[in-house]
């Protein structure tokens, strides 16, 4: 069987790209599989820093393979909960793990692929991008996360719309609505994308590690707790000797 994930881990980038564009990176139960197994690695290669998601070919994902949905009629729910539960479980892997989640979306992103945008701590999108929820179209609910990460970026009436309605998200559309942080020209987007992982997974010590815990623990915390978190978090950064290294280092060039 052609594999459906690649993983490449080097400089401390692993890249993570779907890799069956002739069909359109559908998500089936092959590609969750790999998907969870690329995941676990990365969350235990403690020289992981920054993991990079992005697809070959012209889209992104278009979901969920309804073609296997319909095949596996027979027990459909056993094998939609299947799919369902090792998607997540990549899922809460890539969450979990001390490297922020990169996404270069090209494409259109659908269903699952949606899901996957929204989990990102950075995603850049192609200005051809596309976005769309998809899933009640078909009468299917959301996975992969899309009920959990979009009222946290939307808010619940404008996630409510965006998932019921499955209205076409532009690029534009979605950096409006804090669902990517910046569109760049599509034939920019390899590039962009790897110049910005290359530059985060420079950063001294583990501040990058610690933001991205922080930024994750916030919904749910109040402020004295978000504070204490903070106090903790410069603290143990100013005693780093990589930090030290990189203060003394702008101190001499400033001087």
């Given at each position: 069987m052609t594999a459906r994930i690649s993983l490449a881990i080097a400089d401390g980038v692993a890249r993570l790209s779907f890799s069956a564009p002739e069909r359109r990176n559908a998500?089936?139960?092959?590609?969750?599989?790999e998907f969870?197994?690329?995941?676990?690695?990365?969350?235990?290669?403690?020289?992981v820093r920054v993991t990079l998601m992005?697809?070959?070919?012209?889209?992104?994902?278009?979901?969920?393979?309804?073609?296997?949905?319909?095949?596996?009629?027979?027990?459909?729910?056993?094998?939609?909960?299947?799919?369902?539960?090792?998607?997540?479980?990549?899922?809460?892997?890539?969450?979990?793990?001390a490297a922020p989640l990169v996404v270069?979306?090209?494409?259109?992103?659908?269903?699952?692929?949606?899901?996957?945008v929204l989990g990102a701590d950075l995603a850049i999108a192609g200005r051809s991008a596309k976005l769309v929820s998809a899933y009640l179209k078909s009468g299917l609910t959301p996975d992969g996360g899309a009920s959990w990460f979009l009222p946290r970026l939307v808010g619940r009436q404008k996630a409510f719309e965006i998932m019921a309605l499955s209205p076409v998200l532009s690029a534009e559309d979605a950096l409006a609505l804090g669902l990517v942080a910046r569109v760049v020209a599509d034939d920019a987007?390899?590039?962009?994308?790897?110049?910005?992982a290359a530059t985060l997974a420079a950063l001294p010590g583990d501040a990058l590690a610690v933001l991205k815990r922080q930024l994750h623990a916030s919904p749910g915390n109040g402020l004295a707790d978000?504070?204490?978190?903070?106090?903790?978090?410069?603290?143990?950064?100013?005693?780093?000797p990589a930090?030290?290294?990189?203060?003394?280092?702008?101190?001499?060039?400033?001087?």
């Open positions: 998500i089936d139960i092959a590609f969750l599989r969870a197994t690329a995941a676990l690695d990365i969350q235990s290669d403690p020289s992005r697809a070959d070919g012209p889209v992104f994902s278009v979901g969920g393979d309804l073609a296997e949905m319909v095949a596996e009629r027979h027990r459909a729910e056993r094998h939609v909960l299947e799919m369902a539960s090792t998607f997540h479980l990549g899922i809460e892997r890539l969450q979990a793990a270069a979306l090209g494409g259109t992103a659908a269903g699952g692929g949606f899901s996957l987007l390899a590039a962009e994308a790897d110049r910005i978000q504070l204490a978190i903070e106090a903790g978090g410069i603290a143990h950064a100013a005693g780093q930090v030290q290294a990189a203060l003394d280092a702008f101190f001499a060039k400033a001087g």
